[in-house]
Nanobody, 111 residues
Framework: QVQLVESGGGLVQPGGSLRLSCAAS????????TYWYRQAPGQGREWVAF???????IYKDSVKGRFTISRDNAKNTVYLQMNSLKPEDTAIYYC?????WGQGTQVTVSS
């Protein structure tokens, strides 16, 4: 089972940017789609974006045009570039592939 570790979260002002990383313990080639989820305080976990093995991407409507998911196979890492951040993007962000989940990284958007 692949191990996943997220990083890159933090506190940012509205309109700012962050790049999250999801580092895998082994090659991400052919492990299937990799997802980013988030969970805001008091709410359920929701998917945000995913990327397939062939590089196709799908986004939740509320982040389209602001977030970009990508992967670097040589580094076994999947990224989530988040621009034009809004307070409603505040959440713990998790990486998921197959049945593996990372520990999450906190993103807080506040002035």
């Amino acid at each position: 089972q692949v191990q996943l570790v997220e990083s890159g979260g933090g506190l940012v002002q509205p309109g700012g940017s962050l790049r999250l990383s999801c580092a895998a313990s082994r090659s991400i080639l052919n492990i299937g789609s990799t997802y980013w989820y988030r969970q805001a305080p008091g709410q359920g976990r929701e998917w945000v974006a995913f990327i397939t093995n062939d590089g196709s991407t799908i986004y939740k409507d509320s982040v389209k045009g602001r977030f970009t998911i990508s992967r670097d196979n040589a580094k076994n890492t999947v990224y989530l570039q988040m621009n034009s951040l809004k307070p409603e993007d505040t959440a713990i962000y998790y990486c998921n592939s197959q049945t593996s989940w990372g520990q999450g990284t906190q993103v807080t958007v506040s002035s």
